[in-house]
């Protein structure tokens, strides 16, 4: 069974997806990290199989550090190994 990803909705609430991935069909990752003025925003472009590369906000943050950290978990949750349903 496919396993999903989500990517944050910049403008819902907390937790919520704006969309879901599957790991299995991500080609490439590129991390982008620019200041507001502020913050640290994080985005990812993301080119899966058959589909042009496109930009995901991960969040908003107030170091470079929490904006790396934020990557490794989105990294983590991309490798994390399903489950057994039971």
Do not use: C, Y
Not at 24 to 47: F, M, W
Request: zero cysteines.
């Amino acid at each position: 069974m496919p396993r999903f990803v989500p990517l944050p909705d910049r403008d819902g609430p907390p937790g919520s997806a704006r969309m879901w991935i599957n790991p299995e069909h991500i080609v490439s990752l590129v991390p982008k990290v620019h200041r507001d003025g502020t913050h640290h925003i994080l985005r990812v472009e993301i080119k899966l199989v058959g589909t042009p590369a496109f930009d995901a906000w991960l969040g908003q943050f107030d170091s470079g550090a929490d904006a790396d950290t934020r990557w490794g978990e989105f990294l983590r949750d991309l490798a994390a190994r399903p489950t057994a349903e039971g």
